[in-house]
Each structure stands twice: as structure tokens, then as C-alpha cells.
């Protein structure tokens, strides 16, 4: 009878924890549209990223992403959350680093509440502007980085290899996941995932985006020390060759991989791809939008010079504060 009984309420448990537990994991059938890093070509973009521009060249698959919304599992960001999920593409497409394991999800939200605690969900057309700007911040970040490694490789070639290790880092691989449902409207940055551990590989902010210095605990291991040094080094190339005009910030990730950046600017800067690093200032916005999101906080631009605080990495590559016209 005893061993009936817990039989019985060994059913009934499970009987209850099973459809709490599918509650949290959904699928849905999406095309996927993977967010090209381009390198720096001697230009930055003459317009800013928009998923719904007819004209975009973007390398598109369809398929499922299951997502797991699970509370203990989440992360939740400035206006962001993130939940693990996986991809499978229609005809088991192999598209590494997305099919090869877990992805990271991230959906938009806005804040609710007298002071801000709630999370609520926005339609599916502010989901996707949204991203957008998400898409245009990486294209620039990624190609600002990459603008840092070519001054670095044409420097070592004159003045040899630092003493310092140069960290080769680069940002996630990125897709957005426009929901293919008529009925509702859903969109999701999917990145690739970011191994990480409790000693060595922690997921790490380096820099915000409110100022210039890094913000890694004392007690972190000291290539973590390390990779905030490059990057705050890293700005300062970036404000330099763009003519103190824009950088890179809110610097965070784990290993060799950096995620959600912001570039900072002057006021809604906008670039004219046919004259090379030739950045122009609009004196309001384009199109009614800043192009690079509320993140883009003026007070940390125009604070660069007080708060950036030069290090060995800048006084080996010959980088100061002072206006210099490039060479």
C-alpha cells in the first residue's frame, strides 16, 4: 500500500510539474536574417541599419527557435532581457555558431511601475525599430574595432610588438528573428552563446557607457585587467581617427567575445560614405531617431577627454588627449 501511494504521488507531481515546466519553453517559426560585423574599409555606413529596408543584402534562412523564458534563467539588462534558447533551421541547415548549440535571446522591454521594477513587453513594430538600432550600433562597433586593429597592425610594423599582450576580441555573431506569425508580430536578437565559468571565464562589464575607465572588481583575475586596459586604449584610437567624434563603450563579455556594445558620438552624427572619415553633424536627428539609441549619453562623450586616463597601451602606440590632425 506504502509503495501505491508513492507511486501515486509520484504521478501527481509530475502530473503538475510537467505543464509548468513547457510553460516556460515556446517555439516559434521565424526567418532569420544574420547582422553582417564588416570591416573598416576607409568609410563607416552612408545610412543607418533598418530590418524592413527592401535594399538590405542580407543572408537569410527560416526555421524554429525554441526560446526558455524560464525567471531563474533569465538576465535582464538596461532594456533587454536574455533567455537561452536554440535554432534549427528548415532542412537541418548547419549554420555555426547558431545550430551548433545554445543561442543567447534577447527581447526588448520597456519599464512599467512608479519606479520602474515591472517588465512589459512591447508590440512587435517597436520590437524590431528597436533591434535596428541594436543592428547599426554593432555594424559601427565592430567596424571601429576592427579600424583599432589595423592602426595597431600598421603601428607594430614601425615601432615592433609591445610589451603588453594585444587581446584579439571580436563581437558575437548576430542574427535578428522576425516571427512568422499573422496573427502577432515578435522580434528577437539571437547571438551566439558565451561560454563561460566561475573562475576564469566570467561574463565580465569592462567599461560603461557612462565614462571611460574600467570597472572590473580589484579582486578579478588580472587578464580581465588586462582586456579593460586594451579597451580603454581602444576608445582612444577610435576618438582619435574619427576625429573625436566617436567610440566605442559599454564594453562587457567573457574570453575573447564582446557583446551589446554603444557607440558614443557627438550629437546624432551621421556619416557620408563618399568622402572617407568625413563625419558631419545634424543639428537634430535623422529621421526623428538617434542613430545609436538612448545609450548613446552626451555627458560620457563630452567627458572623454577628463575621464580617459592613458595608459601603457596608448603611451607605447604615441596617443595623447591633444587634437592632432591625422598624418
Given at each position: 500500500m506504502a509503495n501505491l501511494c508513492a507511486l501515486f504521488f509520484s504521478f501527481f507531481y509530475f502530473a503538475i510539474l510537467i505543464p509548468c515546466i513547457q510553460v516556460t519553453d515556446k517555439e516559434f517559426r521565424c526567418k532569420f536574417l544574420v547582422i553582417p560585423q564588416p570591416e573598416f574599409n576607409g568609410e563607416f555606413p552612408s545610412d543607418r541599419f533598418d530590418i524592413d529596408d527592401e535594399y538590405l543584402d542580407l543572408d537569410c534562412y527560416c526555421g524554429d527557435l525554441s526560446v526558455n523564458f524560464a525567471k531563474e534563467l533569465m538576465e535582464k539588462g538596461s532594456f533587454k532581457t536574455a533567455h537561452p534558447g536554440r535554432v534549427r533551421l528548415v532542412d537541418n541547415v548547419d549554420l555555426p555558431p547558431?545550430?551548433?548549440?545554445?543561442?543567447?535571446?534577447?527581447?526588448?522591454?520597456?519599464?512599467?511601475?512608479?519606479?520602474?521594477e515591472k517588465i512589459g513587453r512591447v508590440p512587435g513594430r517597436y520590437e524590431a525599430d528597436a533591434l535596428s538600432v541594436e543592428c547599426n550600433v554593432l555594424q559601427w562597433a565592430s567596424i571601429l574595432l576592427d579600424m583599432t586593429y589595423q592602426f595597431i597592425d600598421r603601428e607594430i610594423a614601425i615601432r615592433g610588438e609591445p610589451c603588453h599582450q594585444i587581446p584579439r576580441l571580436r563581437f558575437t555573431r548576430t542574427m535578428v528573428a522576425l516571427v512568422k506569425d499573422a496573427a502577432k508580430e515578435k522580434a528577437f536578437l539571437v547571438e551566439e552563446w558565451i561560454n563561460t565559468d566561475e573562475v576564469d571565464n566570467v561574463y565580465t562589464k569592462y567599461i560603461t557607457n557612462r565614462h571611460s575607465q574600467s570597472v572590473v572588481p580589484f579582486a578579478a583575475p588580472q587578464h580581465m585587467h588586462d582586456i579593460a586596459a586594451f579597451l580603454i586604449f581602444a576608445q582612444h584610437v577610435q576618438w582619435q581617427k574619427t576625429h573625436q567624434l566617436a567610440f566605442t563603450s559599454d564594453y562587457q563579455g567573457a574570453g575573447m567575445l564582446l557583446s551589446d556594445p554603444q557607440v558614443i558620438s557627438k550629437p546624432y552624427v551621421n556619416i557620408i560614405q563618399s568622402i572617407p572619415l568625413l563625419l558631419t553633424l545634424m543639428p537634430a536627428s535623422i529621421e526623428g531617431t538617434n542613430l545609436f539609441g538612448d545609450g548613446n549619453l552626451q555627458s560620457t562623450f563630452h567627458d572623454f577627454r577628463t575621464h580617459h586616463q592613458c595608459n601603457d597601451f596608448c603611451k607605447f602606440f604615441g596617443l595623447t588627449l591633444e587634437i592632432q590632425h591625422e598624418r
Open positions: 547558431f545550430t551548433n548549440g545554445m543561442v543567447c535571446v534577447k527581447q526588448v522591454y520597456e519599464k512599467r511601475g512608479e519606479e520602474g
